[in-house]
């Protein structure tokens, strides 16, 4: 052992080297968990989140918004304000914790002008660890984050690929499979050369400091050198690629608008609300006039279409909140002038140096909304399903062809081009869809 010690490459720094792979590949799984405030408590940061997200939308949502104040206040960042005890009794039932005095439970509640939240006994601790979980996702990261996102709109942006945990753990355990195998064949060769008689490099003076060690170990030094470079390509691939994308982006709006219900089971055409995607270009949100044309008379959903996720009493409230941004009074079927302006959180929005026009798409090329947009009549919650790049835009001007006939303008460029380079088809990119100019101003 002692000889086996001093030999060039030994187990030592072999092990080192995988402490180091290890905690590199560690370090990328503990990401998300990382994200959270350093406030939050370790058994929120172990709750699934996903499960909160679910219990959130269905019991907590119509007062509460992670992000901001609703009707209720803002609950991000409510495991730093609180502890985890109050925050127990407080949710279970609000009025218990305030009947028996508790200081901090009457100022909120006076503080939130007497308006008192519902008891809710049949939750866990594990639930409202569950909830506390998803409320405290940082903002930043919830828009990436895939695992939380797909379970409640089902998002398709996280289909294919690999996870880069998985790629990395690959990678260690081939290099963990390749170091043994290079040690084995070390070992062999000096016992080879010991049983020759050959001598091994057993001179060296003791106690080398590490460094000089690693330096003069090739192999090692050549490990590194690619491991720092595989580190630094795939963070900066990484960095590059998140630019701009926010598929599958899915924030929480003001009022729960189900894309699944109007547009699905109701069919509501597109235009009836997105009136101006065919003309200008934008499409626009409709205005909360257009939705009063018909809930002046709906004020209630049917029965059939709540879901498991989603209970009649939640959706009634969703529209009790149209009333009150509209100041709709029901019971004399007239506005009292009260409004409230409700801002939608824009989910797709290129940026500023982009140039795009839905006409051009949707009136002049005939593409359905659904080629971009995704199944719409199916989302329950809007979500953004293309990346919207670059990249994205390209590709189909490549591979759409544009519609000549009926249009005077391409049937004659058609039949000089076909005439000029024996094309049977025009693609947008032929059209000059790939000139920067185009889409850049
Ligand atoms: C009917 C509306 C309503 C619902 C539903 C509701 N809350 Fe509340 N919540 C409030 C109001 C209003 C307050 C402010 C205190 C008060 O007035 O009682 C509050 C306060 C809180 C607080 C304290 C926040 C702080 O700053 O300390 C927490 C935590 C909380 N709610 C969690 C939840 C959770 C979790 C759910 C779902 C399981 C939920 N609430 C459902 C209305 C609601
Ligand atoms: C009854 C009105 C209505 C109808 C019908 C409707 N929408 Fe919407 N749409 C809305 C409202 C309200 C919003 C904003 C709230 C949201 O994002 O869910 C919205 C948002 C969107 C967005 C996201 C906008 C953004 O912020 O980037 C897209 C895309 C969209 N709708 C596409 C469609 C398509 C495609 C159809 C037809 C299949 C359709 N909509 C039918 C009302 C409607
Ligand atoms: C063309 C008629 C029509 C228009 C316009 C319309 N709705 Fe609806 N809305 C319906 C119908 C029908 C239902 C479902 C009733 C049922 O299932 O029993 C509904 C249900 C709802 C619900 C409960 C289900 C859910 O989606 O959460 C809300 C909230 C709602 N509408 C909001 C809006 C908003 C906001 C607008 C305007 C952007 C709007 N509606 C425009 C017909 C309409
Ligand atoms: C060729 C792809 C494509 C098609 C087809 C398309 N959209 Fe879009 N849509 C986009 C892009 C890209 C954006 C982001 C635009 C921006 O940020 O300027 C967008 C944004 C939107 C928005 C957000 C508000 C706005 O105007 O920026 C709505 C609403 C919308 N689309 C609805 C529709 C509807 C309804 C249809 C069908 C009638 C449709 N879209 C067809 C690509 C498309
Ligand atoms: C689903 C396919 C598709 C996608 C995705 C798409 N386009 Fe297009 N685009 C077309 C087609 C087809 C035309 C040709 C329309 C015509 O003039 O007949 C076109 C035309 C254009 C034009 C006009 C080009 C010219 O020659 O005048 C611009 C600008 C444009 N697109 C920008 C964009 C941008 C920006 C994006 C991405 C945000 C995008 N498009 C995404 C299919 C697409
Ligand atoms: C069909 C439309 C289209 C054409 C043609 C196009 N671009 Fe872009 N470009 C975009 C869109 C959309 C974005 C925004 C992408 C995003 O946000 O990720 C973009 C982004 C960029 C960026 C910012 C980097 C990035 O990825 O965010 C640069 C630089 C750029 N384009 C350069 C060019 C150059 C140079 C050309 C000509 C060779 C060109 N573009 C042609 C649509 C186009």
Request: hydrophobic residues 35%.
């Amino acid at each position: 052992m002692e000889k086996l010690m001093e030999r060039p490459f030994n187990l030592k720094h072999c092990l080192s080297v995988f402490l180091l792979f290890f905690a590199f590949v560690i370090h990328a799984q503990d990401d998300v968990e990382d994200a959270y405030g350093s406030y939050v408590p370790e058994e929120v940061v172990n709750a699934d989140a996903a499960n909160g997200k679910n219990l959130f939308n269905s019991l907590c949502a119509a007062c509460h918004k992670p992000y901001r104040d609703g009707v209720g206040p803002k609950l991000h960042g409510v495991t730093e304000r609180r502890d985890m005890d109050w925050l127990y009794k407080w949710i279970v039932n609000s009025q218990e914790l305030i009947k028996s005095g508790d200081s901090q439970a009457v100022q909120l509640y006076e503080e939130w002008n007497k308006v008192a939240m519902n008891a809710f006994p049949q939750l866990s601790n594990d639930d409202i660890n569950d909830i506390l979980a998803y409320v405290e996702i940082p903002q930043k990261v919830k828009k990436e984050d895939d695992s939380v996102a797909a379970s409640g709109g089902g998002s398709e942006s996280g289909g294919g690929g690999i996870s880069t945990e998985i790629v990395l753990g690959l990678l260690a355990i081939v290099l963990l499979v390749l170091s043994v195998i290079l040690y084995l064949v070390n070992k062999t060769l000096n016992r080879f050369a010991e049983a020759n008689g050959i001598p091994v490099r057993a001179d060296k003076p003791k106690g080398k400091p590490i460094w000089v060690a690693f330096a003069e170990n090739q192999f090692l030094v050549l490990v590194s050198v690619v491991f720092l470079l595989l580190a630094v390509a795939w963070g900066g691939y990484g960095y590059l690629m998140q630019v701009g994308i926010d598929q599958g982006y899915e924030p929480i709006q003001p009022i729960h608008y189900s894309h699944r219900i109007h547009s699905g089971e109701n069919q509501i055409e597109c235009k009836y609300c997105h009136s101006s995607a065919r003309v200008s270009k934008h499409s626009g949100i409709p205005s909360l006039n257009v939705c009063m044309n018909c809930h002046k008379q709906i004020a209630e959903v049917s029965e059939e279409t709540a879901t498991e996720d989603y209970s009649k009493e939640f959706y009634d409230n969703e529209i009790q909140k149209l009333y009150a941004a509209t100041g709709w009074d029901e019971a004399t079927q007239s506005y009292t002038g009260e409004t409230k302006p409700v801002k939608w959180v824009r989910i797709h929005n290129l940026p500023d140096f982009a140039y795009f026009n839905h006409a051009q798409h949707v009136s002049v090329a005939g593409i359905e909304c659904q080629e971009c947009h995704g199944p719409v009549e199916e989302m329950e919650i809007m979500y953004q399903h293309s990346p919207l790049t670059m990249g994205w835009c390209i590709n189909c001007h490549r591979e759409t062809n544009i519609k000549v006939e009926g249009n005077a303008y391409y049937e004659k460029i058609h039949e000089e081009l076909s005439k000029k380079y024996d094309v049977d088809k025009l693609t947008a990119a032929e059209m000059g869809g790939l000139e920067c100019g185009k889409c850049h101003y």
